[in-house]
Structures are given as structure tokens and as C-alpha cells.
């Protein structure tokens, strides 16, 4: 087609280009339309959140407030905590049970040994100690007892010793009782100037594991 005033062809091509635009339009809007009801269908919750996201609010909301909205009202139903049935395992009883204490010996007749003589021996417990672990423990662990030896006492010293009376809880005290007899007397020395009575007196022990 030709024009006299020689535009002809430069309208032609921009009545064109606008309906190119226009048909451009029209496609967009139909993607965006099918899209919207695609998500409208198949995802109601992420279009509810897009909507409210973008504007669907006169005020804008974060992304916090608009999970928010959507969440479960709080419980506020009162609960009695007293019937409330709690599912803990029974208690264990200590199984630790602390060994008897054992009776105070007495011998007819025999005097206690006085406080210079048990001092001697409080300072020499180690002997005491010494036979009761190496000859009652190592038998029987859990070994206890009490032992009165008498003891005879002259010229500063003891000369001899002898168990008087004993309650052990098994036969291992025995063994305990015969090294006490040995080395008990070479043991329990009195410091100088202490002044006992010579005779005959008793020294109560006692013994239990630690």
C-alpha cells in the first residue's frame, strides 16, 4: 500500500508493534490467570500466606505474623496437676546396710586398761591395723569384730597378752586374734614418765572395714 504523504509504511509497522504488545498482554494475563487458579486448587494454604504476604492487608505483615495467624489457639483449659498419674520407676532401697555394732567384752574380775596404757595403744593403731587387714581382710573382706585382751603389766612394760574374749562375724577373726597376741605386746609402749599400776588389765578393740 502506498500513501501520498509518504508515512504509510512507518504507521503500518507501529500499528503492528502495538498489537504485538497487545497480544503479548493478553498471553501474560491468561499464563497468570491459569497459574492463580493452579495454586488456588491444589495449594489453598501457600495462596492464603501469599495473599496476606502481599498486600492482601491494608498493613503489611512479616512472614512471622502471617505463621501467626494461622497457629493453633493455646490450651487454656485448667488441668488438676493432683491427678496427674506420673510414670517414674519404683525407688531402689540403698543396698548399703552398716555391719552391727559389736557389744562391749567384759572379763570377771579385770580391771579396763587405764588411760596411759590405751593411749599407748591409740598411738601404736597401726599394728592393730596392720593384723587385721593382712590376717582377717584378705580372708574375708567384709570381716567384723571386737577383741579384750588382757594384758599383764609390770616394770613399765607388758609382758604378755591373751585374748579374754572376741565376737567376730566369721572364722577369720581367729587369725586376726593370734597376731594381735604376738606383736601386740612389743607394740604398746608407754611414753616417759607415764605411770601405770603393774597387774592385769583389759584393752577392748574394735574393728570393721573402712
Known amino acids: 500500500m502506498r500513501s501520498d504523504s509518504g508515512y504509510g509504511p512507518r504507521i503500518a509497522i507501529e500499528d503492528l508493534d502495538s498489537r504485538l504488545r497487545l497480544l503479548n498482554a493478553r498471553r501474560a494475563l491468561r499464563v497468570t490467570t491459569t497459574l492463580t487458579a493452579f495454586v488456588m486448587?491444589?495449594?489453598?494454604?501457600?495462596?492464603?500466606l501469599?495473599?496476606?504476604?502481599?498486600?492482601?492487608?491494608?498493613?503489611?505483615?512479616?512472614?512471622?505474623?502471617?505463621?501467626?495467624?494461622?497457629?493453633?489457639?493455646?490450651?487454656?483449659?485448667?488441668?488438676?496437676?493432683?491427678a496427674v498419674k506420673t510414670n517414674l520407676p519404683p525407688t531402689v532401697s540403698d543396698s548399703f546396710v552398716a555391719p552391727p555394732t559389736r557389744p562391749r567384752l567384759r572379763i570377771e574380775n579385770i580391771p579396763d586398761a587405764p588411760d596411759a596404757l590405751m593411749e599407748a595403744v591409740q598411738r601404736e593403731e597401726g599394728i592393730s591395723r596392720f593384723c587385721y587387714q593382712e590376717f582377717g581382710q584378705?580372708?574375708?573382706?567384709?570381716?567384723?569384730?571386737?577383741?579384750?585382751?588382757?594384758?599383764?603389766?609390770?616394770?613399765?612394760?607388758?609382758?604378755?597378752?591373751?585374748?579374754?574374749?572376741?565376737?567376730?562375724?566369721?572364722?577369720?577373726?581367729?587369725?586376726?586374734?593370734?597376731?594381735?597376741?604376738?606383736?601386740?605386746?612389743?607394740?604398746?609402749?608407754?611414753?616417759?614418765?607415764?605411770?601405770?599400776?603393774?597387774?592385769?588389765?583389759?584393752?577392748q578393740l574394735r574393728f570393721r572395714p573402712t
Request: proline residues 7%; charged residues 20%.
Open 41 to 48: 486448587r491444589h495449594c489453598p494454604m501457600y495462596a492464603l
Open 50 to 82: 501469599l495473599f496476606v504476604a502481599c498486600g492482601g492487608d491494608a498493613k503489611p505483615k512479616s512472614a512471622a505474623a502471617a505463621a501467626a495467624a494461622f497457629a493453633a489457639p493455646p490450651d487454656t483449659a485448667k488441668v488438676d496437676l493432683g
Open 138 to 203: 584378705k580372708s574375708d573382706p567384709k570381716l567384723v569384730g571386737a577383741v579384750a585382751l588382757v594384758v599383764v603389766f609390770d616394770v613399765g612394760k607388758i609382758w604378755s597378752a591373751r585374748v579374754g574374749a572376741d565376737d567376730w562375724s566369721s572364722k577369720a577373726g581367729k587369725a586376726v586374734n593370734a597376731c594381735l597376741v604376738e606383736k601386740a605386746p612389743q607394740a604398746w609402749k608407754l611414753l616417759p614418765g607415764a605411770k601405770v599400776v603393774p597387774g592385769k588389765y583389759v584393752v
